[in-house]
């Protein structure tokens, strides 16, 4: 008997123990390698499937890597099917219009980035375009014939045997581009490409770059991005011109204002064009940023949305040629909505709590989205009558294991009163948790946004037990052009006010412990860190990444000149506002540990800025420490470096701010 019974207990246990979910764990850095990217979603002629890109960071090989997919969007059960598996990345699916081949980018054979294609029939990858210079865009012409192809210029040969590098001879303006080096006489272009006979004709010269192509529903005509004023490095002021497709065509240039036109897409009638507009150029990069179109024939374009006062971005006609779809920014969101060609009133097609980063509407009338929201990262979903139905499921196994916290809005106000918009994420296991350790992090850009996005890092910290605040504070986008330039030439001011009132309104809600606080960003994030150390000293710890601090050093070491002499003017003429605006003439008020992190190629904000705050803080006797990560520019690509950039955040926050 005494058998038998133990025999039941065992039985009853075993059944008991496979059926007890696993209870989820807290993330960790090493679930940054286990995550995966969804990217660039684009419909079958057909409307049955929907290719897409996935990239993961490679720990093991310390690289990342890209591969394309499909998925059934009739059936989204079905699992979706790999299409390349090279160690190379491949990108920028584009399906022909016949539907017969799948288009991409990849440098899989080390010759650099070609055009290659994939037969539907089945086969292997075969390489299709064969350029001395790397290919950045392509698109095919709507009967499937051709390719209109971005190219940059070959590199002249080297003259010396031995390969020793030529000297470097800059003539232009502008010096230097962030991940692209000393600027010399290459350009982008646009190139022919007759698929049958694989012989190209380039079709635009010049120095200028040539981007963004557009063909014709007729295949007759192409529209593309170009900056054709005198001095092109002198200004941003691209506009959308017109050609035949063919050699030594004459150009139509469609819009005549003096910022950034770019986006363009033609109507299904071929009779005007949809793009985005650029603001005033002499507002830089706080200028608003709204849908358009433009006749073909030229004249005067006609805003849509204006008067809404928010950003919109990558326009698409719809095919019935009644709309133009759209992503429309919005205090924390970016929706995807909708307005008449003729004009009126803008509707948001999807709205809510989340940011759509992508989207295309297919020739059949499917239309998908690339959509984030706090617990996930983006994946693709099918938009129709029914709503949202979920395609892509590429991190939903391993996220079911994790617990993650959720994210909070709030509103704070600040010293002036303006209201500003937060998110707040608390750790997932201390959801009432009171007196918490503090983070504030700071967005880049300045104009730029937090939103309703999956964030990895805020994730991170909530799991190492800390409240997480990030607010929008002006300059910011999202909350219109006033509330963006509201900073012009004035940095560190308002914004220090703005980001100070979020994290009072948490200490203020009993969640934030006032002597537990950290605070820290990259670029322009960093910068404002800068700014907030010198002001007070209430942040027992900060990290400052990629940022600026003695804004004289800048000028000709950054890729900024342009921006730098429209919001401060020539720093030999203005001297005494960019030592003013500058923290690192402020830095002996800083008393706050200092994290100072900077890729060594970072020509967007140069390591000499990190290397002067450091300096600075050693020499005053602080405690800091400097990190520098080798052969990396303004983002850190590598994986181990950026296993290595959470690790050092989270050390260094564990040992000031949770003492």
């Given at each position: 008997?005494?058998?038998i019974?133990?025999?039941?207990?065992l039985?009853?246990?075993?059944?008991?123990?496979?059926?007890v979910?696993p209870?989820?764990?807290l993330?960790?850095?090493?679930?940054?390698?286990?995550?995966?990217?969804?990217?660039?979603?684009?419909?079958?002629?057909?409307?049955?499937?929907?290719?897409?890109?996935?990239?993961?960071?490679?720990i093991?090989?310390?690289?990342?890597?890209?591969?394309?997919?499909?998925?059934?969007?009739s059936?989204?059960?079905?699992?979706?099917?790999?299409?390349?598996?090279?160690?190379?990345?491949?990108?920028?699916?584009?399906w022909?219009?016949?539907?017969?081949?799948?288009?991409?980018?990849?440098?899989?054979?080390?010759?650099?980035?070609?055009?290659?294609i994939?037969?539907r029939?089945?086969?292997?990858?075969?390489?299709?375009t064969?350029?001395?210079?790397?290919v950045?865009?392509?698109?095919?012409?709507?009967?499937?014939t051709k390719?209109?192809?971005?190219?940059r210029?070959p590199?002249?040969e080297?003259?010396?045997?031995?390969?020793?590098?030529?000297p470097?001879?800059?003539?232009?303006?502008?010096?230097?581009?962030?991940?692209?080096?000393?600027?010399?006489?290459?350009?982008?272009?646009?190139?022919?490409?007759d698929v049958s006979?694989?012989?190209?004709?380039?079709?635009?010269?010049?120095p200028?770059?040539?981007?963004?192509?557009?063909?014709?529903?007729?295949?007759?005509?192409?529209?593309?991005v170009s900056?054709?004023?005198?001095?092109?490095?002198?200004?941003?002021?691209?506009?959308?011109?017109?050609?035949?497709?063919?050699?030594?065509?004459?150009?139509?240039?469609?819009?005549?204002?003096?910022?950034s036109?770019?986006?363009?897409?033609?109507?299904?009638?071929?009779?005007f064009?949809?793009?985005v507009?650029?603001?005033?150029?002499?507002?830089?990069?706080?200028?608003?940023r709204?849908i358009?179109?433009?006749?073909t024939?030229?004249?005067?374009?006609?805003?849509l949305g204006s008067?809404?006062?928010?950003?919109?971005?990558?326009?698409?006609?719809?095919?019935?040629?009644?709309h133009v779809l759209?992503?429309?920014?919005?205090?924390g969101?970016?929706?995807?909505?909708k307005?008449?060609?003729s004009g009126?009133?803008?509707?948001r097609?999807?709205?809510?709590?989340?940011?759509?980063?992508?989207?295309?509407?297919?020739?059949?009338?499917?239309?998908?989205?690339?959509?984030?929201?706090?617990?996930?990262p983006?994946?693709?979903?099918?938009?129709?009558?029914l709503?949202?139905?979920?395609?892509?499921?590429v991190?939903?196994?391993?996220?079911?294991?994790?617990?993650?916290?959720?994210?909070?809005?709030?509103t704070?106000?600040?010293?002036d009163?303006?209201?500003?918009?937060?998110?707040?994420?608390r750790?997932?296991d201390?959801?009432t948790?009171?007196?918490?350790?503090?983070?504030?992090?700071?967005?880049g850009?300045?104009?730029?946004?937090?939103?309703t996005?999956?964030r990895?890092?805020?994730?991170l910290?909530?799991?190492?037990?800390?409240?997480v605040v990030?607010?929008?504070?002006?300059?910011?986008?999202g909350y219109?052009?006033?509330f963006?330039?509201?900073?012009?030439?004035?940095?560190?001011?308002?914004d220090?006010?703005?980001?100070?009132?979020?994290?009072?309104?948490?200490i203020e809600?009993?969640v934030?412990?006032?002597?537990?606080?950290?605070?820290g960003?990259?670029?322009?994030?960093?910068?404002?860190t800068?700014?907030?150390?010198?002001?007070?000293?209430?942040?027992?710890?900060?990290?400052?990444?990629?940022?600026?601090?003695n804004?004289?050093s800048?000028?000709?070491?950054?890729?900024?000149?342009?921006?730098?002499?429209?919001?401060?003017?020539?720093?030999?003429?203005?001297?005494?506002?960019?030592?003013?605006?500058s923290?690192?003439f402020?830095?002996?008020?800083?008393?706050?540990?200092?994290?100072?992190?900077?890729?060594?190629?970072?020509?967007?904000?140069?390591a000499l800025?990190?290397?002067q705050?450091?300096q600075?803080?050693?020499?005053?006797?602080?405690?800091?420490?400097?990190?520098?990560y080798p052969g990396?520019?303004?983002?850190?690509?590598?994986?181990t470096?950026?296993?290595d950039?959470?690790?050092?955040?989270l050390d260094?926050?564990?040992h000031?701010?949770?003492?």
């Open positions: 008997m005494r058998i019974l133990t025999s039941c207990a039985v009853l246990f075993s059944s008991f123990a496979t059926s979910t209870q989820p764990r993330l960790e850095i090493d679930d940054l390698f286990e995550l995966r990217t969804v990217g660039a979603p684009r419909v079958s002629p057909d409307g049955d499937w929907v290719a897409y890109t996935v990239s993961q960071l490679d093991d090989a310390d690289r990342s890597d890209t591969d394309i997919f499909m998925s059934s969007l059936d989204p059960a079905e699992d979706a099917i790999r299409l390349t598996t090279s160690d190379r990345s491949e990108t920028a699916p584009r022909s219009p016949d539907g017969r081949y799948l288009g991409f980018l990849s440098s899989r054979d080390d010759e650099g980035t070609e055009v290659w994939l037969d029939r089945g086969g292997e990858a075969t390489r299709l064969n350029y001395e210079g790397n950045s865009a392509f698109s095919w012409s709507p009967d499937a390719l209109v192809v971005v190219v210029d590199k002249p080297s003259a010396n045997e031995d390969d020793t590098p030529q470097v001879v800059v003539t232009r303006l502008q010096i230097k581009r962030d991940g692209q080096g000393y600027l010399t006489n290459q350009y982008r272009h646009l190139h022919l490409f006979t694989k012989e190209s004709i380039q079709i635009t010269d010049g200028y770059e040539d981007v963004s192509p557009a063909w014709s529903p007729d295949g007759a005509r192409l529209v593309f900056n054709r004023t005198e001095v092109p490095d002198s200004n941003a002021n691209t506009d959308i011109f017109l050609m035949e497709a063919g050699a030594d065509a004459p150009l139509l240039q469609l819009t005549d204002s003096e910022g036109d770019n986006s363009p897409a033609f109507s299904p009638d071929g009779t064009v949809a793009y507009a650029g603001g005033d150029p002499a507002d830089i990069w706080y200028a608003p709204y358009a179109v433009i006749p024939t030229g004249g005067s374009p006609q805003f008067d809404l006062d928010r950003n919109g971005g990558s326009p698409q006609i719809t095919n019935d040629g009644e759209f992503l429309l920014e919005d205090e969101n970016r929706h995807l909505a307005v008449p060609v009126g009133d803008v509707e097609i999807i709205a809510g709590e989340r940011n759509i980063s992508r989207f295309h509407l297919g020739s059949s009338d499917r239309l998908v989205i690339l959509e984030s929201q706090p617990t996930y983006a994946e693709i979903s099918r938009v129709d009558d709503g949202l139905t979920r395609i892509s499921r991190n939903d196994a391993h996220l079911a294991g994790i617990m993650l916290a959720p994210v909070e809005r709030f704070a106000s600040s010293a009163g303006t209201p500003i918009g937060g998110f707040l994420t750790p997932p201390q959801l948790g009171t007196s918490l350790p503090t983070l504030l992090r700071i967005h850009g300045p104009v730029s946004q937090y939103s996005a999956f990895f890092e805020w994730q910290f909530a799991a190492r037990g800390y409240a990030a607010a929008n504070p002006r300059g910011s986008s219109g052009f006033a963006s330039r509201a900073i012009w030439a004035d940095w560190g001011n308002k220090f006010d703005d980001v100070m009132a979020a994290v009072d309104y948490v809600s009993n934030a412990d006032p002597n537990r606080l950290g605070v960003g990259w670029s322009y994030g960093g910068i404002l800068n700014y907030v150390i010198t002001k007070t000293g209430r942040f027992q710890a900060a990290i400052t990444g990629a940022s600026e601090v804004y004289l800048n000028y000709g070491t950054d890729h900024y000149q342009r921006q730098w002499e429209a919001e401060l003017g020539l720093p030999w003429q203005n001297t005494e506002l960019w030592i003013h605006l923290p690192f402020q830095v002996e008020k800083i008393t706050t540990p200092t994290l100072v992190m900077v890729g060594e190629e970072d020509w967007n904000v140069p800025n990190s290397e705050l450091y600075a803080l050693r020499r005053l006797g602080r405690d800091t420490e400097l990190v520098i990396q520019s303004h983002g850190i690509r590598r994986p470096y950026q296993r950039r959470y690790e050092r955040y260094w926050y564990d000031y701010v949770k003492q």
